[in-house]
């Protein structure tokens, strides 16, 4: 089973980019779908954008959409770039893989760690 690494996280001030990686212990299945989360302390893990590994299809939450991009590098690598950041873009990323299209953390099977993200106004 794959096991998944986040990176790339920091502080930054709002208005800034920033790009996540999350790398896969091996290769990543042509048919998992691969998801990125966010989760706020006491709150829950919100969906923000998937991709389908075997057509490259993505799919966005309207919160992120046309801020952030997903996409995916090779056999194992999977990226968020994220473009003007705002303060609620703060919170705990993961990724994530699962065995079939879907927008919540249920859905998924295989999750990375975490990386931190804060946004300063």
């Known amino acids: 089973q794959v096991q998944l690494v986040e990176s790339g996280g920091g502080l930054v001030q709002a208005g800034d980019s920033l790009r996540l990686a999350c790398t896969a212990s091996?290769?990543?299945?042509?048919?998992?779908?691969m998801g990125w989360f966010r989760q706020a302390p006491g709150k829950e893990r919100l969906f923000l954008s998937n991709?389908?590994?075997?057509?490259?299809?993505t799919y966005y939450t309207d919160s992120v959409k046309g801020r952030f991009t997903i996409s995916k590098d090779g056999p194992s690598t999977v990226y968020l770039q994220m473009n003007g950041l705002k303060s609620e873009d703060t919170g705990v990323y993961y990724c994530?893989?699962?065995?079939?299209?879907?927008?919540?953390?249920?859905?998924?099977?295989?999750w990375g760690q975490g990386t931190q993200v804060t946004v300063s106004s």
């Open positions: 994530a893989a699962a065995f079939e299209f879907g927008t919540t953390a249920e859905v998924y099977k295989i």
């Open positions: 991709i389908r590994w075997n057509t490259g299809r």
């Open positions: 091996g290769r990543i299945y042509s048919s998992y779908v």
